[in-house]
């Protein structure tokens, strides 16, 4: 079996974004649909791009790996205290196997914000990109 290729700083940025924003939409008891944001960032067709796309942030990675990059998330943020960001109760439980590249992007995004001031770190990730 062929293993991917390590995670590249722009990948992991683009999961932890969207994995925030799960956490966000979750806080405000908004609808949404998991696999409907899954299939965008792979860049998987779906109704409104029924061709797909070909820019999508994580073209590369396949619909399971980043719901276990998801999963490292849980387990990253659990492992710095921070389960008031985590979204082990909505899907997404612990998977502690992760690069140590994870762990520490998602202890410096978070670093002094609480779950109201996550939309401050969304606007950090989308800067940086």
Known sequence: MTRSPPWTPAEIDSA???YLSFRVLEARGSPYVKAQFLREI?????PANPEGNP???????????????LMNITAA?????R???????FGYVPLANMQAALKSRVAELVAGYELADLDRVLVRLASAA
């Open 83 to 89: 389960d008031d960001l985590s979204m082990a109760s």
């Open 55 to 69: 820019e999508a942030p994580l073209i590369n990675r396949s619909k399971g790996s980043v719901e276990a990059k």
């Open 16 to 18: 932890i974004a969207l």
């Open 77 to 81: 943020l659990q492992s710095i205290d």
């Open 42 to 46: 792979i860049g998987a067709p779906t």
